[in-house]
């Protein structure tokens, strides 16, 4: 199965700053099929986005997907008090599809 | 809106069966548009995909829990369960049910809370 391997575990910033969270995968995905998800404590996961750069439903054109080949990345260009979360990214273009272990980011 | 509500005993006894139901409103489970799915998460760990389920009853499972898994679908209840066999101290996470589009190739666009299922004597 591919693994993939976030970084870093945390993320301490303040508001207004830039987060830059990466994704690194243990063989090729293909970016069509990289998704992010937030998380917030007591929340159920919420899809921020999926086909590698495609913003969900919802969510502001502050956050942002890239990436190629094994590494993948998240940006939210700048953080808002909503936006301190845990982020998980996940592949679904090869069975069984797998999840990052999270980055949280803290103020 | 679409939610998505488990429910299920939070504590099962080890080598016993762990069983959680999720219940849709405002969607359908018969819809063919989508697959109902399950997801975990054991203390301290990431997410890991356990299956999912289309109307026709067909089924895709993570072959890690492929021996031991079994979710079904029950139309006329509007609900999706999840049954975990043979249980262990390994299986205690947080337990989610989701939804992603039926396009082979698609993320899990809604998600429940997640319920707690502790495995322990």
């Known amino acids: 199965e591919i693994v993939l391997t976030q970084s870093p575990g945390t993320l301490s910033l303040s508001p207004g700053e830039r987060a830059t969270l990466s994704c690194r995968a243990s063989?090729?995905?293909?970016?069509?099929?990289v998704a992010w998800y937030q998380k917030k404590p007591g929340q159920a996961p919420r899809l921020v986005i999926y086909d590698g750069s495609k913003r969900a439903t919802g969510i502001p054109d502050r956050f942002s997907g890239s990436g190629s080949g094994t590494d993948f990345t998240l940006t939210i260009s700048r953080l808002e008090p909503e936006d301190f979360a845990v982020y998980y990214c996940?592949?679904?273009?090869?069975?069984?599809?797998?999840f990052g272990q999270g980055t949280k980011v803290e103020v | 809106q679409l939610q998505l509500q488990e429910s299920g005993p939070g504590l099962v006894r080890p080598s016993e069966t762990l069983s959680l139901t999720c219940t849709v409103s405002?969607?359908?489970?018969?819809?063919?548009?989508?697959?109902w799915g399950w997801i975990r998460q054991s203390p301290g760990k990431g997410l890991e995909w356990i299956g999912c389920?289309?109307?026709?009853?067909?089924?895709n499972y993570n072959p890690s829990l492929d021996s031991r898994v079994t979710i079904s679908v029950d139309m006329s209840k509007n609900q999706f369960s999840l049954t975990l066999r043979s249980v262990t101290a390994a299986d205690t996470a947080v337990y989610y049910c989701?939804?992603?589009?039926?396009?082979?190739?698609?993320?899990?666009?809604?998600w429940s809370q997640g319920t707690l299922v502790t495995v322990s004597s």
């Open positions: 989701a939804r992603r589009a039926s396009s082979q190739l698609s993320p899990f666009d809604y």
């Open positions: 996940q592949q679904y273009g090869v069975s069984p599809r797998t």
């Open positions: 389920i289309y109307n026709t009853g067909s089924t």
């Open positions: 063989q090729k995905v293909s970016t069509y099929y």
């Open positions: 405002g969607g359908s489970v018969s819809s063919s548009t989508y697959y």
